[in-house]
């Protein structure tokens, strides 16, 4: 089976521009997560996004935001970047069956870059 | 909330037992999971404990007690491709339930 895509691989944009992440989860999987992991640090929790609703946010400013589609596919879009946005973004996905732990399976990630 | 905490590195040579320790503070969860993450590559599930108790898989084992908020990563025979990092995980079973990742365990693993 396919696993999670994530595009585009690099990315590098300026202070102030706008920037739109996308993710395609497993097939079958409903769940979609989005993490930052800055560089040499742990994975900080973004988004989840589960039958196209927003089930949680983490603890982010509001110019990041993003949505999931009817095929679960999803989105992350960053406003008015900064500096210290510049770090890899991961998205996962699972099968989300209420209470329990699914294992969340990431895609490799998109870099980016803020120059 | 919860915050996890674990040993920043660890360092050991091939063939070897290494434990990686999660301790945590939090009101409460779902389980503890493992996730390993090789330089510039994405995060990979390895383990899950939704109960007390070890959880073997191969070389890896994973082990968790509610009751001391402590859970460990057992990785045996210890492999050169071993050398990753590993993060601990959990689930908050509060409202709106939140992921947290610990900080990560960067292990090397010496000929």
């Known amino acids: 089976e396919a696993g999670v895509t994530q595009s585009p691989t690099h990315l590098i944009k300026t202070r102030g521009q706008q920037v739109t992440l996308r993710c395609s989860p497993i097939?079958?999987?409903?769940?979609v997560y989005w993490y930052q992991q800055a560089l040499g640090l742990g994975l900080q929790f973004l988004l989840w996004?589960?039958?196209?609703?927003?089930?949680n946010r983490g603890n982010f400013p509001p110019r990041f935001s993003g949505r999931q589609f009817p095929n679960y596919s999803s989105e992350l879009n960053v406003n008015a970047l900064e500096l210290e946005d510049s770090a890899l973004y991961l998205c996962?996905?699972?099968?989300?069956?209420?209470?329990?732990?699914?294992?969340?399976?990431f895609g490799d990630g998109t870099r980016l870059s803020i120059l | 909330g919860q915050s996890l905490e674990q040993p920043s590195e660890v360092t050991a040579v091939e063939g070897a037992i290494v434990q990686i320790n999660c301790t945590y503070q939090?009101?409460?969860?779902?389980?503890l999971s493992w996730y390993q993450q090789h330089d510039g590559g994405a995060p990979t599930f390895l383990s899950y404990n939704a109960l007390d108790g070890l959880e073997e898989t191969g070389r890896f084992s994973s082990f968790l007690s509610r009751s001391d908020s402590y859970g460990y990563l057992l990785l045996q025979e210890l492999q050169m491709k071993d050398s990753a990092s590993y993060f601990c995980a959990v689930r908050d079973r509060g409202y709106g339930q939140n992921f947290v990742f610990g900080p990560g365990t960067r292990l090397s693993v010496l000929p």
């Open positions: 939090t009101s409460g969860f779902y389980g």
């Open positions: 996962a996905s699972s099968r989300e069956t209420g209470v329990s732990n699914q294992p969340q399976h």
């Open positions: 097939s079958g999987h409903t769940s």
């Open positions: 996004y589960d039958e196209g609703e927003e089930r």
